[in-house]
């Protein structure tokens, strides 16, 4: 079994910054893509951005230059640090992992995160 933990969402003022993490814990043997996506009220779930086993990163035009997503492969966790913060930034954030169990079995998982919400106020 595997969980996800997120932190770090809050209220923040246009311009200002926000970390978020994502901790993952349990049997793992290998976390390989890490992507963080968001849900405004009324709107789609949005992919933001990705980390990948090698440390390769993508981030979606919105975000790109503002948002920088990092990986700690010790801790099992993900990181995206938000600059520039807008109030169309403000979403519940999730952050969705995919790798390997190492128990029972080598075993293919992906895990959605429980969300945090960041508001932008303007």
């Known amino acids: 079994q595997v969980q996800l933990v997120e932190s770090g969402g809050g209220l923040v003022q246009s311009g200002g910054s926000l970390r978020l993490s994502c901790a993952a814990s349990?049997?793992?043997?290998?976390?390989?893509?890490m992507d963080w996506y968001r849900q405004a009220p009324g709107k789609q779930r949005e992919w933001i951005g990705v980390?990948?086993?090698?440390?390769?990163?993508d981030y979606a035009d919105s975000v790109k230059g503002r948002f920088t997503i990092s990986r700690d492969n010790a801790q099992n966790t993900v990181y995206m640090q938000m600059n520039s913060l807008k109030p169309e930034d403000t979403a519940v954030y999730y952050c969705?992992?995919?790798?390997?169990?190492?128990?029972?079995?080598?075993?293919?998982?992906?895990?959605w995160g429980q969300g945090t919400q960041v508001t932008v106020s303007s």
């Open positions: 969705y992992l995919r790798g390997y169990t190492l128990y029972p079995e080598k075993k293919f998982f992906d895990l």
């Open positions: 349990g049997s793992i043997f290998r976390l390989d893509f």
């Open positions: 980390v990948d086993g090698a440390g390769s990163r």
